[in-house]
């Protein structure tokens, strides 16, 4: 059975840089044709798709938070991560991370980090 498991802090103070952390099991980040993602879901509202990086390590990043947001993976430790900059109120948000295979298939369980001083 795959897992996903999120870490990571749940309160980030504003300018700061929010680190999460995902841990997979039962899958190998390195396994071809997976895609490690990371979603967002902001209070009421729908999910926003951040990025993704690859089997390859090939990363992609949505245009609109890709000056800010680097993603990276610990293939010793099966995890992958996201780095999101400069932070403001406005990225209070559940963060979820997700394997994409042929479709989201599998997904963790989803932190609350909060933006605030």
């Known amino acids: 059975q795959v897992q996903l498991q999120v870490s990571g802090p749940g309160l980030v103070k504003p300018s700061q840089t929010l680190s999460l952390t995902c841990t997979v099991s039962?899958?190998?980040?390195?396994?071809?044709?997976?895609?490690w993602t990371w979603v967002r879901q902001f209070p009421g509202k729908g999910l926003e798709w951040m990025g993704v990086?690859?089997?390859?390590?090939?990363?992609y990043y949505s245009p609109s938070l890709k000056s800010r947001t680097s993603i990276s993976r610990d293939t010793t430790k099966n995890q992958f991560s996201l780095q999101l900059s400069s932070v403001t109120p406005e990225d209070t948000a559940v963060y979820y991370c997700?394997?994409?295979?042929?479709?989201?298939?599998?997904w963790g369980q989803g932190t609350q980090v909060t933006v605030s001083s």
């Open positions: 039962g899958a190998s980040i390195t396994t071809r044709l997976y895609y």
């Open positions: 997700a394997r994409y295979y042929l479709g989201f298939d599998y």
């Open positions: 990086i690859g089997y390859d390590g090939i990363t």
